[in-house]
T-cell receptor, first 111, second 113 residues
Framework: DADVTQTPRNRITKTGKRIMLECSQT?????MYWYRQDPGLGLRLIYY???????NKGEISDGYSVSRQAQAKFSLSLESAIPNQTALYFC??????????FGDGTRLSIL | QKEVEQNSGPLSVPEGAIASLNCTYS??????FFWYRQYSGKSPELIMF????GDKEDGRFTAQLNKASQYVSLLIRDSQPSDSATYLC?????????????FGQGTILTVHP
């Protein structure tokens, strides 16, 4: 089983819908992150959490919200999806300042 | 100027050659540097990281830091077709936790037989 699991793996939805992407980990790491990846732009940080009670905005948080339900779970929500949020989304985890490890990604298309 | 910049390529090298990938960064206070490999349609995979105190070699991979010119290089010796992927450089801002990584846009490497 994967250490960092993202669900769903693929999602197609319509403009204005509320979307939730989920991430769970079995690595026991304290830190979790959400990134989006667009062609030619690399990975950009949306939100990050250093523990259950700590949530921080990243580079591109507008239009997104997150919830750290437990140490092992970190979900990303799009309250009202718009087409320019079409992207590949990655969840990552790390133990303290150690390198980050990524989930397999969620491909999200908003029509 | 972007905080972390890479030549997007594509960089094409013949099998067996040395592939050289570069990454420039803007924050002089950055203390650590990460290289990830990403195959098409897959997630980034950490292949190497170095600190500001020196270079590092791991098998066919060598990471080198030039602090004066603010760039970090990844050398891949004896390149194989299986090395064909996008290579992402990531740098945390100086003086902060490694958590806030800033990624370059990635360099596409193609190793042809």
């Amino acid at each position: 089983d994967a250490d960092v699991t993202q669900t769903p793996r693929n999602r197609i939805t319509k403009t204005g819908k509320r979307i939730m992407l989920e991430c769970s980990q079995t690595k026991g790491h304290d830190r979790m992150y959400w990134y989006r990846q667009d062609p030619g732009l690399g990975l950009r940080l949306i939100y990050y959490s250093f523990d259950v009670k700590d949530i921080n905005k990243g580079e591109i948080s507008d239009g997104y919200s997150v919830s750290r339900q437990a140490q092992a779970k970190f979900s990303l929500s799009l309250e009202s999806a718009i087409p320019n949020q079409t992207a590949l989304y990655f969840c990552a985890t790390s133990e303290g300042d150690q390198p980050q490890h990524f989930g397999d990604g969620t491909r999200l298309s908003i029509l | 100027q972007k905080e972390v910049e890479q030549n997007s390529g594509p960089l094409s090298v013949p099998e067996g050659a040395i592939a050289s990938l570069n990454c420039t960064y803007s924050d002089r206070g950055s203390q650590s540097f990460f290289w990830y490999r990403q195959y098409s349609g897959k997630s980034p995979e950490l292949i190497m990281f170095i600190y500001s105190n020196g270079d590092k070699e791991d098998g066919r991979f060598t990471a080198q830091l030039n602090k004066a010119s603010q760039y970090v290089s990844l050398l891949i010796r004896d390149s194989q077709p299986s090395d064909s992927a996008t290579y992402l450089c990531a740098v945390p801002p100086g003086g902060t936790s490694y958590g806030k990584l800033t990624f370059g846009q990635g360099t596409i490497l193609t190793v042809h037989p």
